[in-house]
């Protein structure tokens, strides 16, 4: 198995920033590419944006030039920078990890999420 855990969420302002991070952790795992997904009460799971073992990243349009997604490869961790906040940023940020074992074995893990709250 791998374990995702995620920090670094928050209350802030509108135009403020957050520095979001997502840990994973287990035993003879590689990470393949992850991902960070939101969802807000009552809506359903947003994606957000994703990153490839090798750093390509992507992002869904309401974040682009806003966020940025980045990752530690020698410490397993993914994060994302979050400037110009928005009110509609609030959510729950969750992450997400493609990853493999020589067993062989593969599968998507997901951590618990953190809280962003922005605030007018």
């Known amino acids: 198995q791998v374990q995702l855990v995620e920090s670094g969420g928050g209350l802030v302002q509108a135009g403020g920033s957050l520095r979001l991070s997502c840990a994973a952790s287990?035993?003879?795992?590689?990470?393949?590419?992850m991902q960070w997904y939101r969802q807000a009460p009552g809506k359903q799971r947003e994606w957000v944006a994703d990153?490839?073992?090798?750093?390509?990243?992507t992002y869904s349009d309401s974040v682009k030039g806003r966020f940025t997604i980045s990752r530690d490869n020698a410490k397993n961790t993914m994060y994302l920078q979050m400037n110009r906040l928005k009110p509609e940023d609030t959510a729950v940020y969750l992450c997400?990890?493609?990853?493999?074992?020589?067993?062989?074995?593969?599968?998507?893990?997901w951590g618990q999420g953190t809280q962003v709250t922005v605030s007018s």
């Open positions: 997400s990890a493609d990853w493999m074992t020589p067993v062989p074995e593969a599968g998507r893990s």
């Open positions: 287990g035993s003879n795992f590689r990470v393949n590419t």
């Open positions: 990153i490839t073992s090798g750093g390509m990243t």
